[in-house]
């Protein structure tokens, strides 16, 4: 808090009192910590890859291109290190379109069995290459007011976590359902589970519960904080349900279309 102070004066001088103007000002503060924090993260996490693209490539410049094994590993790891930086653009830009005011949901009535089956068709690739299998339970039509896209994005990016955050040859479950206000959809996996204390955070952006395992899994940590923003803007809400070693539940509610 800050208090300024200063003391009111009168005719010839005569000391009337005095004015106390206090300010709060530990909400822009906290403010101010967050948006630092932000830019330390983003220089973090484009220093690691463009580390090493940079020593990599000066390795093959000082002579490594001549050894043909080296230029195509060294290449590959250029290329993903690349990628990474591409991925991780990208998600900056989306977090910021879909933080800024004025951001609008293109609305419309939606079945969610219908962005279902699209995404499960794209993520399918994905599960195939750690042979693990889908489980889909269509128990009820759903019909909700969302935007088609970002559902999709909210859909796909559960489902990719649920595979990345799981062992070979588990089954990913996907349910959908309704109570009296909200589509429901369900995506349940048997994978590592995360503790307690960590569930309220893996929506920040940035936090990883294990940083080497969501690099290794080609996560920028800003997936979940982006399907948060999603879930809010159709007015809905996500609820994380998780055994540590058992594996995941994650809930994302949707108001009904009535
Ligand atoms: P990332 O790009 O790292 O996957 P997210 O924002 O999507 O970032 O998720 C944040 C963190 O939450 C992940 O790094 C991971 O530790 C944890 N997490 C997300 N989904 C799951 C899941 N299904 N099982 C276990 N941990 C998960």
Do not use: C
């Amino acid at each position: 808090e800050q208090v300024y102070g200063a003391p009111v004066v009168g005719e010839h001088g005569r000391w009337l009192g005095v004015v106390i103007v206090m300010h709060d000002i530990s909400e822009i503060v906290r403010l101010e910590q967050i948006r630092k924090d932000f830019v330390a993260n983003v220089s973090h996490e484009l220093r690691t890859p463009i580390t090493s693209i940079k020593g990599f490539s000066e390795t093959l410049l000082d002579g490594a291109f001549k050894d043909e094994q080296m230029l195509l590993s060294f290449l590959t790891i250029i290329h993903d290190e690349s990628n990474r930086i591409e991925v991780l653009v990208h998600d900056l830009l989306e977090l910021s379109k879909i933080e800024r005011h004025g951001f609008t949901l293109d609305i419309m009535p939606t079945k969610l069995q219908d962005i279902l089956v699209r995404v499960v068709d794209l993520t399918s690739a994905q599960l195939e290459s750690k042979h693990m299998q889908f489980d889909v339970d269509i128990e009820q039509d759903a019909v909700i007011l969302g935007d088609v896209n970002r559902l999709m994005q909210i859909f796909t990016n559960l489902i990719n976590n649920a595979i990345a955050y799981s062992k070979e040859e588990t089954t990913v479950k996907l349910r959908i359902s309704t109570n009296n206000d909200y589509g429901i959809f369900e995506v349940k996996d048997e994978g590592l589970g995360i503790e307690k204390a960590e569930i309220s955070r893996i929506f920040e952006r940035f936090y990883r519960v294990d940083r080497a395992r969501s690099r290794n899994s080609g996560g920028t940590g800003l997936g979940l904080s982006i399907v948060k923003h999603l879930i809010e803007a159709h007015q809905g809400k996500i609820q994380v349900t998780s055994e540590v070693g058992k594996g995941t539940s994650m809930k994302v509610y949707l108001p009904l279309k009535k």
